[in-house]
């Protein structure tokens, strides 16, 4: 499941909020010079509108911003006069979460007889490469599945794309858990 948020036709640059009210105060100013920049690298996206959020500075965009043009938005937004340089994170476009579940995975450790913890299964996400490009939102959830069983089953919530592109290449892949295979 994926929870839809803002649109990717825009930029989020996150700064705190006294540049964020400086910024937004001459903010057709910055709307013309971020376009003028934008022309000057050959860029095929203009600015329609920026607009004050809780992250930070919203520009929206009549495209999809490149990594190219992320980079000329940065820059201008620090060399702005009204906003600390270094105030000023990378900009990046909007992310979704995307939820997961994690099924056949052994609750208790067969050498040391410890139940499973988020720590451990941060770890085991880690070292195994279907999960290089995912990004944690929170610590794994952990659910035993019967009293009486020794499984069970693992939630996450990933940084994810809106058309949950990561949470589909993960579905329905396997990887193993000590000798287990475990199912997304």
């Given at each position: 499941?994926?929870?839809?948020?803002?649109?990717?036709k825009?930029?989020?640059?996150?700064?705190?909020?006294?540049?964020?009210?400086?910024?937004?105060?001459?903010?057709?100013?910055?709307?013309?010079?971020?376009?003028?920049?934008?022309?000057?690298?050959?860029?095929?996206?203009?600015?329609?509108?920026?607009?004050?959020?809780?992250?930070?500075?919203?520009?929206?965009?009549?495209?999809?911003?490149?990594?190219s043009?992320?980079?000329?938005?940065?820059?201008?937004?620090?060399?702005?006069?009204?906003?600390?340089?270094?105030?000023?994170?990378?900009?990046?476009?909007?992310?979704?979460?995307?939820y997961?579940?994690?099924?056949?995975?052994?609750?208790?450790?067969?050498?040391?007889?410890?139940?499973?913890?988020?720590?451990n299964?941060?770890?085991?996400?880690?070292?195994?490469?279907?999960?290089?490009?995912?990004?944690?939102?929170?610590?794994?959830?952990?659910?035993?599945?019967?009293?009486?069983?020794?499984?069970?089953?693992?939630?996450?919530?990933?940084?994810?794309?809106?058309?949950?592109?990561?949470?589909?290449?993960?579905?329905?892949?396997?990887?193993?858990?000590?000798?287990?295979?475990?199912?997304?």
């Open positions: 499941m994926t929870i839809k948020g803002l649109l990717h825009q930029v989020i640059v996150p700064i705190n909020d006294t540049c964020v009210n400086n910024f937004i105060k001459n903010s057709s100013i910055y709307m013309f010079n971020i376009n003028q920049t934008l022309k000057n690298i050959k860029s095929s996206i203009m600015v329609d509108d920026i607009c004050a959020d809780s992250k930070g500075i919203v520009i929206a965009t009549n495209n999809i911003a490149f990594p043009d992320l980079q000329a938005i940065k820059k201008y937004v620090k060399n702005a006069s009204s906003v600390e340089a270094d105030q000023v994170q990378s900009p990046r476009l909007p992310q979704s979460k995307s997961l579940k994690i099924v056949s995975v052994p609750y208790l450790s067969e050498t040391t007889n410890t139940h499973i913890t988020s720590d299964v941060e770890k085991i996400l880690k070292n195994n490469h279907i999960f290089n490009n995912i990004v944690l939102v929170s610590k794994p959830r952990i659910i035993k599945v019967s009293p009486k069983l020794d499984m069970a089953i693992i939630w996450i919530n990933i940084w994810d794309t809106q058309s949950s592109s990561k949470a589909k290449t993960l579905i329905n892949r396997r990887f193993n858990v000590r000798r287990f295979i475990t199912t997304i």
